[in-house]
């Protein structure tokens, strides 16, 4: 099969690859229809983070199960799956706790599981998934979905539920007011996940015009394109006088941090779910003194996929709107310079 | 009047002062019943604090209604009322918000109010309250509790509040699992606020015997004297192999913070109210990979105390059983060495 590879920072490479088989009995092996390229594949792309020699890459991919181990009950051939970023076990105490990107057998695509087995990476023809069962969401009813639900299903692997986390983690529910920082896909998504549960003022922080009208599409009520302390009397403007219920920090450098941290009224609460980095850090006096709540992390999207289904199904979401780009996965090294230069938001990867 | 001023470390001394008068048409003056010394009071006494020369010092005290201002329509004299440990106006939005210690008028017992007039402390043998409408909560009904119903409802000037407050930042909750790191006087109203909040397993950290004993009567399920490591893994032996769902952290030293944080199982969440001291710090990376909530601060005293005067009232809780002292107004010297050599958990002084 073909899959993505990648080597070194810049470097990304479309090879043959050996097509998985079942090695496990929970076993199941997935034909890709849809994959994406992630901001978080950025990070070895552009060198930020280390590259141990050639490695599979991507985490995020729907498609249609083509065969299962024996212990496989509950999933067979021909079901269309959607898969979380990280694969889970679904019976141990963080799994049952919802918290299952803290899986006690968690695996990585593009890596191995706890057998020292390889796992597939998401970018490629077809993937190998253990705990098979646990971690694949099927989508009832459906074999073929088209080109626009199949970008929304795909989102559920990895951004709309973290934008979704965001929003959870910062609190937002009826009648808040929002802030989200960061207008990349997961503030996007930050942005549909803040309406969809029921906040009726979303500021978005945003300076790039696409992006502020896919902001607008989604359910922010302003645009805020200033920042530092300019965006922080932005925004209390906005508000009449006021900082943000919720704030949701999609970007995690510490100049994003510090923005989200300054939005944020006094009992309010900050859901990051940007990785931390450039030395981003919240001081633990900041919190006592202004009794902000502050949460986040890595989304458990194998625990808020069905909720969100549901309303992609319906119609009530479509997430699907963050792809901007569609290429074939031969492309793969084209998509990563596209949304490396920030020519694409999102870029999907058609094997 | 006597009142109690604080000359600098290791100095507490009772000395006449000007009787308070209504000086503001919002003002009442009330003569206090029952008053006590803080755990935050040792900060100055111990020299962590510094002193500006002599203070008025205290902020808890319960006591009646004797004059008011032209404005003030809700009280009257005779009213038996509790003070919140800070003095809010009830309309800004923070105040709205329920985050009262957010107060945009906010005054200090023993400092100034924003006219610039002096507001007396709260050990002493009466008090000008501003905003008092407010700020007091008149508790119906009665006008001369008895000793202990007194404790109790001194207790939610701020211990009980602040353990309250701990419990609802850590989402305590029917059927969690609950960590109480700390056993002073906010560490076992912790435990009693725990309980009340419905958690099945509740677990007080703490190493003296009298303290241990009251965490039990307060609903402490298990006692852990183990710290460190050592702590953490029995935490997780009486757990059953996880960690703690809910985290109280009610010192705010760097070991506790730790070991509070250490005690938290992925997604789960800590509330803190000890005063982060001593370095204490949480590394935004660790909240990150752990999914940690984290939330606390100063409670907002005056936003918890209606509903936990009901429980005081019909008796379901007694969290007056922290006063394990009951000292005349005229020994608050002997009270604050006391409390700081750790020969009582908490003194009540009587003017």
Redesign the interface.
């Known amino acids: 099969m073909r899959a993505t590879m990648i080597y070194g920072p810049g470097d990304i490479r479309v090879e043959d690859r050996e097509y998985p088989t079942v090695r496990l009995p929970g076993d199941a092996v997935v034909k890709v229809t849809a994959t994406c390229v992630c901001g978080s594949d950025l990070w070895p792309y552009r060198g930020v983070k280390a590259v141990s020699g050639p490695s599979a890459i991507g985490h995020e991919f729907v498609g249609i199960v083509e065969s299962i181990g024996a212990d496989v009950t509950e999933l067979a051939a021909g079901d269309f799956v959607i898969a979380p970023f990280v694969d889970s076990c679904g019976k141990c ?2 799994c049952l ?3 299952t ?2 899986c006690e057998h968690i695996a990585g695509w593009g890596d191995t599981d706890e057998h020292g087995l390889f796992v597939d990476g998401g970018q490629g023809q077809a993937v190998r998934v253990p705990q098979a069962e646990a971690t694949l969401v099927k989508v009832p009813g459906i074999t073929e979905p088209g080109d626009a639900l199949t970008a929304s299903l795909l989102t559920l692997s990895d951004v709309m539920a973290t934008g979704h986390h965001a929003a959870v ?1 910062a609190n937002v529910g009826p009648g808040r007011s929002v802030v989200v920082v960061g207008d990349g896909a997961v503030g996007l998504c930050g942005v549909l996940a803040a309406r969809r549960l029921g906040a009726t003022r979303i500021i978005a922080m945003s300076r790039h015009a696409d992006r502020a009208a896919l902001a607008v599409t989604f359910g922010a009520t302003d645009i805020v394109a200033e920042r530092g302390d300019r965006g922080v009397a932005k925004v209390r403007e906005l508000l009449g ?2 900082l943000a ?1 919720s704030v949701l920090e999609c970007v995690g450098t510490r100049e994003s ?1 510090e923005q989200a941290l300054h939005s944020t ?3 309010g ?1 900050l859901g ?1 779910v940007g ?2 980095t450039g030395g ?6 900041h ?12 989304a ?1 999207a194998r625990t808020y996929i069905p909720e969100l289904l549901r309303d992609v199904l319906d119609g009530t979401i479509n997430p699907g709107l963050v792809f901007d780009s569609v290429m074939p996965l031969e492309d793969a090294a084209e998509a990563y310079r596209a949304m490396d230069q920030r020519r694409a938001i999102k870029v999907m990867l058609r094997p």
């Open positions: 105490p963080q706790n919802g918290v990107v803290a983690s006088g006021v219920d941090m009224r006094p009992g609460s990051f990785v931390p981003a850090e919240i001081p633990l006096r919190l006592f003194d202004s009794n902000i709540h502050v949460a986040g992390g890595m458990s």
